[in-house]
């Protein structure tokens, strides 16, 4: 085979920092033209404490500065926009604003993955396609949705394997019914069988960055969230369970079906996905399909 690889760079900034006015600054470089609103949000803050009114004030401000369209159950988006800015808060509970702008933020750079796997990489995916090119996905974090969000939007047959890296994206986006008789955000995937090969899924314990913005939703809404890089795909009758093995492993895969590998041996955190171990099961995938 002749192998070529792409590498998709993607506009994210960091992830929230260590204090209130760093997480605001993260929200003003993912919302530029929302400066003046976060700017009387972040002129609240010393009264957050003292006075219900200003954390009040400071929760509505925030929310109004949101991308609206990526709303969704999964990660309780769309209940949260319908809750009062009092309601939010004292459901957060302290810290509060922290807590809020770290879900923001998530939400924001998932508005972002989603746009630019949908409108900016598919249509990429769909100029280069030709016959007998295969084409593997595979993204970490929210690279993990760009990628995603681009084979949703393919027809069948598109892919040829997906490898899903410790990803930013619910335990329930391939589930046949998520717990209120709806499918996930992705399920087309499988029901159309737009991967001809396998799926991979690295998932750990170790992994907390995967699950902060929904242990948030749990706090808003109450019932059961997580994220696909802690938990793996849930709710999915056709998932495997396996596990990320050795290099000395041998794969047994299943075409067109998620491969949920628990990686606690290997992967020590969200971003430790640069092992062999890892590298090790990618080239399994692509060598079977």
Not at 61 to 67: F, G, K, N, Y
Not at 244 to 258: A, E, F, K
Not at 259 to 283: K, Q, S, T, Y
Request: one cysteine or more.
């Amino acid at each position: 085979r002749r192998v070529a690889l792409a590498c998709v760079r993607w506009p994210s900034p960091e992830s929230p920092g260590a204090d209130l006015a760093e997480r605001l600054d993260r929200l003003r470089d993912l919302r530029p033209g929302e400066r003046l609103t976060i700017d009387a949000a972040a002129d609240l803050v010393p009264a957050l404490t003292a006075r219900a009114t200003a954390r009040t004030a400071f929760a509505a401000a925030v929310l109004s500065v949101a991308t609206r369209g990526a709303e969704d159950h999964e990660d309780a988006s769309a209940q949260l926009f319908s809750l009062p800015g009092g309601t939010v808060m004292d459901r957060l509970a302290k810290p509060a604003a922290e807590r809020l702008l770290d879900y923001l933020v998530h939400y924001e750079l998932k508005a972002r993955a989603s746009t630019v796997g949908e409108h900016g990489l598919a249509p990429l995916l769909g100029a280069l396609a030709r016959p007998g090119l295969r084409i593997h996905l595979a993204g970490h974090g929210f690279g993990g949705r760009v990628v995603t969000a681009a084979a949703n939007a393919r027809p069948a047959g598109s892919a040829a394997t997906v490898a899903l890296l410790q990803a930013m994206v619910s335990q329930y986006g391939f589930a046949a019914d998520r717990g209120d008789g709806q499918p996930g955000e992705f399920r087309r995937i499988l029901d159309e069988r737009v991967v001809t090969g396998p799926i991979l899924i690295t998932h750990t314990l170790h992994d907390v960055a995967a699950d902060v913005p929904y242990s948030i939703a749990e706090m808003l809404v109450g019932g059961s969230y997580g994220g696909i890089g802690r938990h793996g795909a849930q709710r999915t009758p056709e998932a495997v369970t396996a596990e990320l093995l050795p290099v000395s492993g041998t794969y047994r895969w299943r075409p067109g079906v998620p491969h949920n590998l628990p990686a606690d041996g290997f992967v020590r955190g969200h971003d430790d996905v640069g092992g062999p171990e890892i590298a090790h099961a990618l080239w399994s995938a692509i060598a079977a399909s």
